[in-house]
C-alpha cells in the first residue's frame, strides 16, 4: 500500500459502500467524473480490478473485497493521526464515530454525550444504529475501522475486542394487563412454551440470554415477530400479539404492561463500551472513553 494516495482510500471506500459512482460522488461532494477517475488511478497502481461496473450496480471483485478492511483500518489511523497533531495545536477537533443500541443505549452513556459535547463543541457526534444483527453488527465495525466504540451487549470475552464495563441488565418478560399471568411476580419458562413471542432477531443481546435460558431449561418457545425495534415490541405487547422479553431497565420506566421474572437462574446480559483490541484510539474516542468511565463511577 506503500504509495497510495489517501484520497483514492476514500473515494475506494465510498464507492464500495454506496455500491454507486453516482451516490459516491454525491456523499463526497465531487463530480462523478473525478469518483471515476481515481478508481481507475488506483486500479493501476495496484495492477487489479477493485470493482465490477454494470448498467445495473457496482459490486466488489476478491482484490474489492479484501482491500476494503485495509483502506478502512488505514484512513482510521489517518484520522487518528490528524486528531493527535489538530490537538496539539488548537484543542480537539475532529469526530466521534460511536455505535449506539437505540433504547438499549444506558442512561449514562447519553449523559455522557451531553457532557463530551459540552466539553468539546467542535468534535463531529457520528452516531451509528446497529443492524439487523445488532451487537454483531457492532463488533464487525469496530474490527474494520469504521467506529471508534461502540455500545454492545456480551456474555463474556469476544476475540479482538477490548470491553469496558458500563452495566448489567437482567430480562423480564412484558405481559399485557389482561394476560392470564398479570396477577403473577414471577413464571417458569415451562408456563409460557405455547405463548406466541415477539422477539429480537439472533445477534441481539436480549434475544441470546433468552435463547440460552430456555436451552438451559430444557424447553423450546413459539417466535411469531421478530423485529430490532423496543418501543415497537412494547406497542405489539400492548395490541395483544404476543408477549415479549425486555431488559427490566426498560420495564422500569413503562407502567402500562405487567413484568414477571423468571424462576431460578435469571437471565442477564452485560452493556459494555466496546474497542478493538491492539489497536490504539484517537484522542477524541479516548476522551469520550474517559468521561463515560467518569459518568459511571459517579
Known amino acids: ?19 454507486s459512482f453516482t451516490r459516491a460522488a454525491l456523499r463526497l461532494h465531487t463530480a462523478q467524473s473525478g469518483v ?47 486528531e493527535t497533531v489538530t490537538q496539539v495545536g488548537a484543542g ?50 469496530i474490527r474494520d475501522g469504521s467506529l471508534d466504540l461502540a455500545i454492545v451487549i456480551t456474555h463474556g470475552p469476544v476475540p479482538d475486542i477490548d470491553q469496558q464495563l458500563l452495566a448489567t441488565d437482567e430480562v423480564v418478560l412484558a405481559v399485557p394487563a389482561d394476560h392470564r399471568l398479570a396477577s403473577r411476580a414471577d413464571f417458569d419458562l415451562a408456563d409460557v412454551a405455547d405463548e406466541p413471542f415477539i422477539e429480537f432477531p439472533p445477534g441481539w443481546g436480549v434475544r441470546s440470554s433468552v435463547d440460552m435460558a430456555f436451552a438451559a431449561a430444557g424447553v423450546s418457545r413459539r417466535i411469531t415477530v421478530q423485529l430490532n425495534d423496543m ?29 414477571l421474572r423468571i424462576r431460578g437462574a435469571r437471565p442477564t446480559y452485560r452493556i459494555a463500551i466496546a474497542r478493538a483490541s491492539g489497536r490504539p484510539l484517537g484522542p477524541v474516542a479516548r476522551r469520550f472513553l474517559s468521561i463515560a468511565a467518569a459518568d459511571r463511577s459517579t
Open 36 to 82: 471515476s477517475t481515481a478508481i481507475r488511478s488506483l486500479e493501476r497502481e495496484l495492477g487489479t480490478p477493485l470493482l465490477d461496473r454494470t448498467t445495473q450496480r457496482v459490486s466488489l471483485t476478491e482484490a474489492g473485497q479484501a482491500l476494503l478492511p485495509e483502506a478502512l483500518r488505514i484512513l482510521a489511523a489517518v484520522e487518528a493521526a490528524r
Open 92 to 141: 480537539l477537533r475532529g469526530r466521534l464515530r460511536l455505535g449506539i443500541l437505540y433504547a438499549l443505549t444506558p442512561g449514562r452513556v447519553r449523559e455522557a454525550l451531553a457532557a463530551f459535547r459540552a466539553e468539546l463543541p467542535a468534535v463531529e457526534l457520528w452516531l451509528t444504529a446497529p443492524g439487523v444483527r445488532g451487537t454483531l453488527d457492532h463488533l464487525d465495525r
Open 231 to 259: 418501543s415497537t415490541i412494547l406497542d405489539l405487547v400492548r395490541l395483544g400479539l404476543g408477549i415479549a422479553f425486555v431488559p427490566l431497565s426498560v420495564a422500569e420506566r413503562t407502567d402500562d404492561l405487567h413484568y
Open 1 to 19: 500500500m506503500a504509495g497510495v494516495d489517501i484520497r483514492k482510500l476514500e473515494i475506494f471506500i465510498a464507492v464500495a459502500e454506496e455500491r
